[in-house]
C-alpha cells in the first residue's frame, strides 16, 4: 500500500513527485461524482502496465489524501514503476 495526494482539476494528469510519505498526483478530472478517482486509477493502470480492477482505493475516497493498494505487485516493483521512492 502506498499514499497518494491527488490534486483535482489540474491541465493533465501526471506525477508531481515526492511530497513527505507521499506521491503527489495531478490528476485532470474534476473532483465530482467519483471523475478524479477514476481517471487516478486509469493513469496507475496505465504507469504500471496492470488492469484498473487490480487497484484499489482503500481510503480517502473523497478526500485528496488515499491510500492505494495494488494487487499482486511488490512496493519497491511500484516504487520503481512510478519513480517514486518512500525514503524521499
Not at 506525477?15 to 495531478?26: D, E, S, W, Y
Not at 486509477?41 to 482503500?58: H, M, P, Q, S, T
Not at 491510500?67 to 518512500?86: C, P, V, Y
Amino acid at each position: 500500500m502506498f499514499i497518494v495526494k491527488v490534486v483535482p482539476g489540474s491541465s493533465r494528469t501526471q506525477i508531481a513527485g515526492p511530497m513527505g510519505q507521499m506521491l503527489k498526483i495531478k490528476v485532470a478530472a474534476a473532483p465530482e461524482k467519483g471523475k478524479a478517482n477514476d481517471c487516478l486509477i486509469d493513469f496507475l493502470a496505465e504507469k504500471l502496465g496492470i488492469r484498473k480492477n487490480a487497484i484499489v482505493i482503500v481510503s480517502g475516497h473523497t478526500s485528496p489524501i488515499k491510500q492505494i493498494r495494488i494487487e499482486a505487485m511488490t512496493s519497491d516493483k511500484i516504487t520503481q514503476q512510478l519513480g517514486f521512492t518512500e525514503n524521499n
